[in-house]
């Protein structure tokens, strides 16, 4: 079945850029999404196909996907950006739908 | 706007049956690809299951044969019934989903399922 890695823990300074990469086999050729669950609530999602931002996500969150490494940028990083941050992608050769394992995202 | 809403969770022993709903406003399930996606304490997310537009249904390995996704279009509906329940199955539940079948765009706040003798 298809793995998708995260590192456990991202910390970055307010104002500063975090960067959460997500790792796969050949990752680039899918599409990739991205949810952010703050404690005790449901995930939201933020980021869809790579680098697509629905409606009410900042500009501040952006994406990219290439090889075997997909990567969310956050910049400017806010106090409010500090939760766990998941990818995720559908894999055809077995429909199923798999996530990392999760990313927390500290604000020092 | 879009809502999601599970009923159903608890407390059930090992080996026991529940079954979960998911109710949304704003979204007509029959036109949608709807999710459920598993979070057990203190753990990441976990897809479990999903039902298509077109009626087709995939399961996690960890779940296929015990679970079942359906859906009932007359009331906008989706249900997801869940026997031979483990331990392992206590998370809470969410139901998801949306236009795409790839990715989970709503999301409701969830249902806690507690398998324990």
């Known amino acids: 079945s298809y793995v998708l890695t995260q590192p456990p823990s991202v910390s970055v300074g307010p104002g500063k850029t975090a960067r959460i990469t997500c790792g796969g086999n050949?990752?680039?050729?899918?599409?990739v999404h991205w949810y952010q669950q703050k404690p005790g609530q449901a995930p939201v999602l933020v980021i869809s196909?790579?680098?697509d931002r629905p409606s009410g996500i900042p500009e501040r969150f952006s994406g990219s996907n290439s090889g075997n490494t997909a990567t969310l940028t956050i910049s400017r990083v806010e106090g409010g950006d500090e939760a766990d941050y998941y990818c995720?992608?559908?894999?055809?050769?077995?429909?199923?739908?798999?996530f990392g394992g999760g990313t927390k995202l500290t604000v020092l | 706007e879009v809502q999601l809403v599970e009923s159903g969770g608890g407390l059930i022993q090992p080996g026991g049956s529940l079954r979960l709903s998911c109710s949304p406003s704003?979204?007509?399930?029959?036109?949608?690809?709807i999710s459920w996606v598993r979070q057990a304490p203190g753990k990441g997310l976990e897809w479990v299951s999903i039902?298509?537009?077109?009626?087709?249904?995939y399961y996690a390995d960890s779940v296929n044969g015990r679970f079942t996704i359906s859906r009932d279009n007359s009331k906008n509906m989706v249900s997801l019934q869940m026997n031979s329940l483990r331990a392992e199955d206590t998370a809470v539940y969410f139901c998801?989903?949306?236009?795409?079948?790839?990715?989970?765009?709503?999301w409701g706040q969830g249902s806690l399922v507690t398998v324990s003798s």
């Open positions: 998801a989903g949306g236009e795409s079948s790839s990715y989970f765009e709503y």
């Open positions: 995720q992608v559908w894999d055809s050769s077995s429909d199923h739908w798999v």
């Open positions: 196909y790579g680098n």
């Open positions: 050949n990752i680039g050729s899918k599409g």
């Open positions: 039902i298509y537009a077109g009626g087709g249904t």
């Open positions: 704003g979204l007509i399930v029959s036109h949608n690809y």
